[in-house]
């Protein structure tokens, strides 16, 4: 089969492999339908997640078909469509039990990490049975490629965390796939005002949209000062960083008011400064997190629903073996006003 394989920083092939095969009771067999690329591949590429190594076929999100399952699977057969999670849990150890499937035992944030993931023909999912969803019938599938990681992500790590209530302000820092899907699902409590900034035009056009109420655009001056100018100086209740770079936590911590909350979401590679002298005497809370998709059932409620429509995001359509193409095109989302791009098995 042909996978994307990384070769070490800034080196990826799209090259032969030998199938996956069941290797555990648990496993299921996948043949990848869709596929997509996201924003940690990137880093993954850059080098900045040592725990890669070369070798490894990248990828966390997806949505396939089962071709084989090990003699432990129960809830799914050969056949049945499925939505793949980026998060991989056994449902039996000590964190699974408390819903942190994100530090699972023996799963976690393995697929495309530690273990060969979804930007391939085939991939192995382990614990099958908890870690993939089945496919409604009917459903909008490029949208349900959403829920892999993305719309989890940004309602787990960005909205519960930020503890969005309706009639709160808050304010979005960074409008990119995780900044979308905050959007999206922070509208489900129906807070007051969403402002959403960014330095790229086109990704605030989309945020408006989306449902933003108010836009600023960092490019054209202090983001800090034109969100407290449009908070009459009180600042957000909720303010969630969805970059991952020191500059936008700092507008986060500067916007943030009295009794407020600011949810980091965003990948960090670098220390931050932390205004904790500032901070403490308003009364504010910060927040972080690796996504558990213990959401994953109800937000497919949402989107089977109609109730938000992730598959807004999907900005390019390639064939899966143009994936280098399509890495070029996600790698230069400015350029080519990228959002999201949906790779297809033919
Ligand atoms: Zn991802
Ligand atoms: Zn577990």
């Not at 095969?21 to 596929?35: C, F, L, N, W």
């Not at 039996?92 to 530690?114: A, F, M, N, T, V």
């Not at 670098?270 to 059932?297: D, F």
């Amino acid at each position: 089969m042909k996978a994307l394989v990384y070769q070490g920083p800034s080196q990826k092939a799209w090259q032969d492999k030998p199938k996956p095969e069941i290797s555990k009771p648990g496993d299921a067999i996948v043949r990848i339908v869709h596929t997509t690329i996201c924003g940690t591949d990137l880093h993954i590429l850059k080098g900045d997640v040592p725990a890669v190594t070369p070798g490894r076929t990248l990828g966390h999100e997806g949505l396939g078909v089962i071709e084989q399952i090990g003699e432990g699977v129960t809830h799914f057969k050969p056949g049945d469509r499925v939505l793949i999670s980026c998060i991989t849990s056994c449902g039996r150890c000590g964190y699974c039990k408390k819903q942190l499937y994100s530090h699972c035992e023996d799963g976690g944030w393995i697929l495309g990490h530690l273990i060969d993931g979804t930007q391939a023909e085939y991939v192995r999912i382990p614990h099958a049975d908890n870690s993939l969803y089945p496919v409604p019938d009917g459903a909008d599938e490029e949208a349900l490629v959403m829920l892999s990681d993305i719309l989890p992500t940004g309602f787990e790590i960005g909205v519960l965390n930020g503890q969005v209530k309706p009639g709160d302000s808050i304010a979005i820092v960074g409008a990119g796939p995780i900044g979308m899907a905050t959007l999206l699902t922070a509208q489900f409590y129906a807070p007051a005002r969403i402002i959403v900034t960014d330095v790229d035009a086109s990704r605030l056009e989309m945020a408006k949209r989306l449902g933003a109420t108010d836009l600023v655009d960092a490019s054209a001056g202090d983001a800090i000062e034109q969100i407290m100018a449009l908070t009459g100086g009180k600042g957000v209740d909720v303010a969630i960083e969805a970059v991952g770079v020191p500059a936008t936590f700092d507008v986060c911590q500067e916007i943030v008011g009295a009794g407020g909350h600011v949810a980091n979401v965003g990948v960090h590679g670098k220390s931050v400064e932390l205004k904790l002298e500032k901070l403490w005497i308003r009364n504010v809370t910060i927040t972080t997190g690796l996504v558990n998709t213990n959401t994953t059932p109800m937000l497919l409620q949402t989107v089977q629903a109609g109730t938000i429509k992730p598959g807004s995001l999907v900005t390019h359509r390639f064939a899966l073996d143009d994936i280098g193409e399509a890495y070029r095109v996600f790698g230069h989302a400015a350029e080519e006003k990228a959002m999201k791009v949906i790779l297809s098995a033919r």
